[in-house]
């Protein structure tokens, strides 16, 4: 029983956490065993080896199911209105068959998740975020002629990046997917069916995202696998895609910022201008959530700054404190890596203002264990502002073969 | 002047009125609209059969503000009182009546514990009516704004309840946030008396005597009292005498009053007001628009959800404002008799609440969405002192009826047919013959109010009056100021601090937040 058939006779509450429509697939190519739960499934940490599958990432294509990722399907007369008054970008932009990224606030201007907006076909939507969202997106709707759908488990979804990724979609019979530029949608005739393609991702890298009925999931996998054989085709955990992530420059609900409406202390919660997103606020609306905040933000400035951090040494900074040069602690590292493309230790940090200026002195301490003994250094950061990870390929078009 | 010094106000209730009155003595240029062919909003006297005038809404004057009566110059304008400070009178079936007038019995049996008991009652009530009498002229402080205004107000009032004196304070804190029931039943024996002073803590609140919070209602009811005012007091020409008088300061001021021209939008330019647009398609350009409407059709209706934030929206869809009180008038030949009550007193206040379980049961009722089978009643007959409502000889009868929800299952023809049949059934029982008295009759249900005085839900305060909808927290906290968040838009209505009853304070409040927005830009 899928779960889409549980919830519709109402027993889902009999398994807490189902599996995808890939998991005939996954779970036979999941040799390591490790899984955890991700919403209402369970997803791979990794399937063999989490340093190979990072490298299929950079050097070939790697498969992640994505079938577990919250999405609404918006539509109705006020479709766009209702975006526009939810999140703090222009939706307008987002032309048919585009995607947009985004972030959503409430009414302090504090960041409740990010997300992106898929605009399917003129005035329907496809909004998919990190955490659960009805009940937000049902309060916004007051005052709106909106549907709103949450089709979470009618979608079977997977990311599939790398740079030979376009190759293969080529070969499964998506002709054409080459010209789909970044933020494209595509859609191809697949297995008697429609295949929704769009070049996205969490990765940084040439990539994709594609979208299919369930009952078609297996076929998508197996035509994947077989075609994508002699392109070094892998299947990847959350393990390998949070290095990718990090190191494309990608920050993640409930590690990088506390979800507004979940925080329950003021000063968990981020603004965009704390979260480095400033770019995605577009005051030119004259009505969103949080707008009136943001502007007062504005004027009088914000509380904390998100840098990212080259940190020296290879110790990854996890949860590291940030201390200026005269020790005293002025923030904390919210993610960190050794970024093996990238070849540095990086880390993210949300630093007090006005701490995080390009070329402020800031050390992190980092604790490492070797045989169970305890080391600690104090590593020498430096803010940087380009991006660590950031191929031409993943914006050429027509995408490449590799 | 500009488009952008224009002002505004939508409704010409008496708030709306007492807004435009001082913003007209401050030199502004102020246009109040209504869609009522009258003024007044609820403060208003209608015909409601041939020759017969009566308050069509509130019936009783008990909170108006003295200070703004006097600066307004409310009695230049033609106000003046047919009684003031009327006696109540609890009805008992049996005719053993009890009349009292601010905590002494005046009439009726009474044991020496309960006059005694009586007289405190009133007099410590009265005293923590004035807590609340003290804030009526304030603007509420921010919660958490932080600002000097904000900390000065909020420890004002904290000062106000401290200088209560030790044993008092406790006392207050103590009843404010609970109920009358348990109240009355600590210090009173008759079960009339206490039937009749709990009314006064319910009448218009979606509340029984048991709900917390009817203790606080009762302190708002008293609170014009606690201001010095002389109780519930009658105008001459009904309480549309009040409306035509704040109608006539505002015009003297300056202020342009227009009838008949209900608003369909508030329209924006950006994020802020740019004016307004009648039903008829009319636009009047405006730097700021105050709304005496209701905050759900202020903001709702008026301006649109869409042009809010989602969690203020949120909050002011949650501000409680379902009706439960039903207008009774009826037209009668002759002045009826009441059982063993002297013919003088039938001009007072008369109160059928024969005692708090007959009231709790009531309320029952209405909470579960129909309307009592046994109703309480808050009765006047106002012609005894103002012959102008009715002919010769005839009188006009008014009465708040409870409880009567606003409630889909309560409403239409066949809902006011059975209210009425029930509350002819009971005032015949403690007038016998009454039913054959009448004339004419008209019975408001809250669905009524709703349409006839454009109120949301039909509540007379626009929302209810309770701690968590009172004062900094009126209608919601983060919009207590009059200003909302949409720049140039205010409310002056009930729906703000201090709430409902005629007062005009909302109205005079939101004319100096109004005017310290101005010096503040």
Redesign the interface.
């Known amino acids: 029983m899928s779960t889409r058939e549980a919830m519709g006779r109402k027993e889902h509450f009999r398994k807490a956490v189902w599996e995808t429509p890939f998991h005939p697939r996954t779970s036979a190519l999941n040799t390591l065993n490790e899984w955890h739960r991700w919403k209402d499934y369970t997803t791979a940490d990794a399937y063999f080896d989490e340093q190979l599958e990072y490298a299929a990432i950079r050097n070939a294509c790697a498969v992640f199911d994505i079938t577990p990722m919250t999405k609404h399907l918006i539509s109705g007369p006020d479709a766009l209105a209702f975006l526009n008054r939810l999140v703090t970008r222009d939706v307008a932009k987002i032309k048919p068959g585009r995607v947009g990224y985004t972030i959503w606030c409430d009414d302090n201007g504090q960041v409740i998740d990010d997300g992106t907006i898929f605009h399917l076909r003129e005035g329907v939507y496809r909004l998919c975020s990190q955490e659960r969202q009805l009940d937000w997106l049902m309060r916004n709707s007051f005052g709106f002629d909106v549907t709103i759908v949450e089709d979470t488990h009618d979608v079977a979804a997977l990311a599939f990046q790398g740079p030979t990724s376009c190759a293969v979609l080529k070969a499964i019979g998506c002709t054409g997917v080459q010209n789909l530029k970044p933020f494209d949608i595509g859609y191809y005739p697949f297995a008697g069916g429609e295949l929704m393609v769009s070049r996205t991702g969490f990765t940084g890298d040439l990539g994709y995202e594609l979208w299919i009925d369930p009952p078609r999931a297996l076929d998508l996998w197996d035509a994947l696998f077989d075609k994508g054989r002699i392109h070094g085709i892998r299947p990847m955990g959350t393990h390998a895609l949070e290095v990718a992530r990090i190191e494309a420059g990608f920050i993640q609900a409930q590690v990088d910022f506390h979800p507004a409406d979940q925080a329950i202390m003021t000063d968990r919660s981020r603004s965009p201008f704390e979260l480095d997103l400033g770019r995605l606020v577009d005051f030119g609306k004259p009505c969103f959530n949080g707008r009136r905040a943001l502007l007062e933000e504005k004027k009088k400035g914000s509380r904390y700054r998100f840098v990212k951090l080259d940190v020296e040494g290879n110790k990854p900074a996890r949860s590291a404190y940030v201390y200026d040069k005269d020790k005293n602690v002025v923030g904390t590292v919210t993610s960190a890596e050794w970024a093996p493309s990238a070849k540095r230790n990086i880390a993210y940090a949300s630093l007090h203002m006005p701490w995080g200026r390009p070329g402020d002195e800031l050390w992190a301490e980092i604790y490492y264990q070797r045989e169970l003994k305890w080391y600690k250094v104090m590593a020498r950061c430096h803010v940087t502002e380009q991006p660590f990870w950031d191929p031409a390929r993943k914006r050429t078009t027509p995408a490449a073969d590799f | 002047m500009t488009d952008r010094d224009r002002i505004v106000i939508v409704g010409a209730g008496h708030n709306g009125l007492a807004c435009a009155a001082y913003l007209a003595r401050a030199g502004r240029e102020v246009v109040v609209l209504e869609a009522a062919a009258q003024v007044g909003g609820a403060a208003v006297t209608r015909e409601f059969a041939k020759g017969f005038r009566v308050s069509g809404c509130a019936h009783l004057s008990y909170l108006l503000d003295a200070g703004i009566a006097r600066e307004l110059k409310l009695a230049s304008h033609g106000l003046k009182w047919a009684r003031e400070g009327l006696k109540t009178v609890a009805l008992s079936p049996s005719g053993d009546h009890l009349v009292y007038k601010d905590g002494r019995l005046e009439s009726g049996t009474l044991s020496e514990a309960d006059r005694k008991a009586l007289a405190d009652y009133h007099a410590r009530m009265l005293k923590f009516a004035r807590i609340f009498a003290k804030q009526h002229n304030r603007v509420p402080p921010r919660l958490g704004g932080g600002g000097r205004a904000d900390l000065r107000g909020a420890a004002a009032l904290g000062l106000d309840i401290r200088m209560l004196g030790r044993e008092d304070m406790r006392e207050f804190l103590r009843i404010a946030g609970i109920n009358i029931y348990d109240v009355l039943e600590e210090i009173l024996e008759s079960p009339l008396l206490k039937g009749s002073l709990a009314l006064d803590a319910v009448l218009g609140a979606n509340l029984g005597p048991r709900s917390n919070n009817s203790v606080l209602a009762l302190l708002h009811r008293l609170s014009g009292q606690a201001a010095g005012n002389a109780g519930p007091s009658i105008p001459e020409g009904g309480m549309g005498a009040i409306g035509e008088a704040m109608a006539g300061a505002a015009r003297a001021a300056g202020a342009t009053i227009r009838t008949g021209s209900p608003v369909r939008r508030i329209t924006?330019d950006?994020?802020r007001v740019s004016g307004i647009e009648l039903e008829g398609g009319e636009k009047i350009a405006a730097g700021t628009v105050i709304s005496n409407a209701d905050p759900a059709t202020t903001l709702?209706r008026l301006l649109?959800?869409?042009?809010?934030?989602?969690?203020?929206?949120?909050r002011v869809?949650h501000f409680r404002h379902k009706g439960m009180a039903a207008k009774l008038h009826l037209a009668l030949e002759a002045l009826p008799s009441f059982t063993r009550l002297a013919s003088e007193l039938v001009g007072e206040r008369l109160v059928i609440s024969p005692d708090m379980t007959y009231l709790e049961h009531a309320f029952d009722a209405a909470k579960y969405g129909a309307t009592s089978p046994d109703p309480a009643f808050e009765v006047t007959i106002p012609s005894i002192s103002d012959k102008s409502l009715a002919p010769p000889g005839k009188h006009v009868l008014s009465a708040v009826v409870l409880y009567a929800p606003f409630d889909e299952r309560a409403n239409g023809d066949g809902a006011r047919r059975e209210l009425l049949d029930r509350a002819l059934s009971v005032l015949d029982r403690h007038a016998p013959g009454l039913r054959r008295q009448v004339v004419a009759s008209e019975l408001l249900l809250p669905a009524d109010i709703e349409r006839e005085f454009r109120i949301t839900g039909g509540h007379w305060h626009h929302g209810e009056l309770a701690l968590d909808q009172f004062m900094m927290m009126r209608p919601v906290p983060g919009a207590a100021q009059y200003a909302m968040?949409v720049g140039g838009l205010f409310l002056c209505g009930a729906g703000c601090h201090p709430g409902g009853g005629v007062m005009g304070s909302a109205g005079r409040n939101a004319a100096n937040a109004v005017l310290a927005t101005e010096r503040a830009a």
Request: proline share 6%.
């Open positions: 924006l950006g994020d709702f649109g959800a869409r042009n809010l934030e989602t969690g203020f929206v949120h869809r968040p």
